[in-house]
């Protein structure tokens, strides 16, 4: 018989479960007890004065059942996707130069404090320094009309759905340009090398080698432009002009109506698609590569 194993001491043994019971603690305080208490109440009643602590389905029954919640899920996943191919593009061109154009880390680190310190500001102000640019009276129409391009105004350039994706690539285009320079980074050189001593073209070797390994890049940059886009509502509200609607924008009005019941019921449904969405990705690309 094998000598059996000195039994480790208690401290020892719950020393693991110690080291990680603060981050358990914070994640269940702030993150699993909102989302059970949004849960609940969303199968609450409620009417114009208070909320009512009983069961019912009223409030899905009636969101599954209108046509304006499903218009406005629609345009919600629509400014997702756009802004998502928009920001996937710029921001695979701007790390695609950073990565194999700028030679020298000091001007590589240049220009990633150009693309970060605009964050050092609110988001509020910086979509709102697009106004003096788009407005009928602005920049770009005062620009145009003085070369003779267009004799009135363009109004579609503010407070409309080109005015909410512009601002929306304005400001998340970053969260692709990071993980994607990250995922190129990391590319062997000698692998391109490889590519073109067998005589690929650049535009084979962008397509058949250096897009295949970024998949890691665009997943992780994906989640990011998802989850903020799709729960935004201040964009929406600044730059659309009461003209758009997201799912987002429709919950801040039911709880500024006091219908707290059917906020969370909307609020579930837009997590459960979020999640979806996230989840379809990343049963594609394994991010834990690139992490």
């Known amino acids: 018989m094998q000598?059996?194993?000195?039994?480790?001491?208690?401290?020892?043994r719950l020393l693991p479960y110690m080291q990680i019971a603060p981050l358990a603690?914070?994640?269940?305080?702030?993150?699993?007890?909102?989302?059970?208490?949004?849960?609940?109440?969303s199968f609450w009643n409620y009417n114009g004065f208070q909320v009512v602590p009983d069961i019912v389905l009223f409030n899905y029954t009636e969101m599954l059942g209108s046509a304006t919640i499903w218009r406005t899920l629609f345009s919600t996943i629509l400014f997702?996707?756009?802004?998502?191919?928009?920001?996937?593009?710029?921001?695979?061109?701007?790390?695609?130069?950073?990565?194999?154009y700028v030679r020298t880390p000091l001007m590589r680190t240049v220009l990633f404090m150009a693309c970060?310190?605009?964050?050092?500001?609110?988001?509020?102000?910086?979509?709102?320094?697009?106004?003096?640019?788009?407005?009928?009276?602005?920049?770009?129409?005062?620009?145009?009309?003085?070369?003779?391009?267009?004799?009135?105004?363009?109004?579609?350039?503010?407070?409309?759905?080109?005015a909410i994706c512009l601002v929306y690539v304005y400001l998340f285009t970053l969260f692709m340009v990071t993980p994607l320079y990250n995922a190129m980074s990391r590319i062997d050189r000698s692998v391109i090398e490889a590519a073109i001593d067998a005589g690929a073209t650049p535009v084979q070797i962008m397509f058949r080698v250096v897009l295949p390994l970024c998949k890691t890049g665009f997943a992780i940059g994906a989640v990011f432009v998802i989850t903020v886009v799709m729960g935004d509502f201040v964009t929406v509200r600044i730059m659309g002009g009461g003209h758009s609607a997201t799912t987002g924008y429709l919950i801040l009005n039911q709880i500024s109506l006091l219908q707290y019941p059917a906020a969370c019921a909307n609020a579930v449904m837009l997590l459960v698609v979020v999640m979806s969405a996230i989840g379809g990705l990343l049963r594609g690309v394994d991010i834990r590569k690139a992490l």
């Open 116 to 162: 970060t310190i605009p964050f050092l500001t609110s988001n509020i102000i910086r979509m709102i320094s697009w106004v003096p640019f788009l407005g009928r009276q602005g920049l770009i129409n005062s620009m145009l009309m003085d070369i003779g391009l267009i004799d009135q105004p363009l109004d579609f350039l503010l407070y409309s759905r080109f």
């Open 3 to 12: 000598p059996q194993a000195p039994k480790r001491p208690l401290f020892e």
């Open 25 to 41: 603690l914070l994640l269940c305080f702030f993150l699993l007890i909102p989302l059970v208490m949004i849960v609940t109440v």
């Open 80 to 100: 997702t996707l756009t802004t998502l191919a928009v920001t996937a593009a710029l921001g695979f061109a701007i790390a695609y130069h950073i990565a194999f």
